[in-house]
């Protein structure tokens, strides 16, 4: 029988825990318990917990009201289950035991609540501890084709409902940021997403410039730079793409400028995009541009993080990023104007590095207007 992609990432991470001297690696509901097992499990205060030694199988140790489910999902075999009033440290510490750990540190889920991580450290009193990305980060840095596959879809869809917002502007004129903010969460799930990747950001007029502002009651009138930046998830993975269009009417002064120079940065970076660059010169092509434009004080982010089960993970495309970019690696560009009190302006597109570049996942119109 071949190899299931999870199956795959977990040799894979076996082979790296052999190369780091570690003796396993200990992973509670998250991405990383889902990128091994398949898992995609809601955390709770149950004892939920996937010990992947450096040799042999996997052992899951969950409560019994959750084994069947993770039994169907999981390529792992070895799924115990603990009964509620029963004793979870008690069957972890039959599933240490039965794991045979060799010498070495064991590396913990970064996100595994205190009380397991306690429970974990009770049991194995005198062994060094270290986080799972030690083992985990570069893998997952590098998206395996079922991965990609994933995030070109999840971009198909939310590049559809980019699309309809343009054609459908004239009847969106008039409705309040959070209005559509929900209209774009419908439209994603029509379009076949999976909820959304992250809150849907529809700022307004000046509220653009505000780059944590998500949506709020303003209403969108004639002449409003429009940011739209969202997302869904498709087979778990997240698109998300931002574009900022005026629906109706004239844009603000220095409007038309300001985009132009954003689309232009952001054309620069993608085209520094390479195997072997540093992320950080990602980074500088964008600002290049931005500040040459005498705009360097309004991008006030860095130009890009990447992509995977986490909205945000490595690699971060930051100013002091010395990150060498490989194949597989998927990030956004994503440079942006913020201009106080009048508009912001930011134009992010997701990207897979290649051999010999890289691949956009995102090809909805980049221009201002209603018509691209
Ligand atoms: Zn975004
Ligand atoms: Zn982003």
Known sequence: MTATPHERRTRACQERLRALDAAAVICSPGANLQYLTGVDETPSERQFLCVVSADGDPVFSVPELAGTQ????????????????????????????DCELGAGRVLLDETMP???????????????????????????ARKDEAELDALRRAGVVADRVMRGLREDAAALVGRSEAALAREVEHRLADAGGDGVSFEPIVAAGPNGAKPHHAHGDRVIGEGDPVVFDFGTRVDGYPSDTTRTVVLAGDPPTEFETVHGVV???????????????????????????????????????????????????EPYIASDSETRLEPGMVFSVEPGVYLDGAFGVRIEDLVVVTEAGCERLNDSPRGWSVDG
Do not use: N
């Open 114 to 140: 205190a009380r397991f991580v306690l429970d974990v450290q009770r049991l194995l009193g005198d062994r060094a501890f270290g986080l799972a990305t030690e083992a985990l980060g570069s893998l997952r």
């Open 70 to 97: 993770v039994d169907e999902t999981t390529w792992v075999d070895d799924v115990r289950v603990w009964r509620d009033g029963g004793e979870p440290r008690a069957a972890l510490d039959e599933v240490l035991a």
């Open 263 to 313: 689309r232009e940065a952001a054309t620069a970076a993608i085209d520094a995009v390479e195997p072997g660059v540093e992320a950080r010169a990602v980074d500088r092509a964008a600002r290049d541009v931005i500040e040459a434009a005498g705009y360097g004080e309004g991008f006030v982010h860095r130009t890009g993080h990447g992509v995977g089960l986490d909205i945000h993970e």
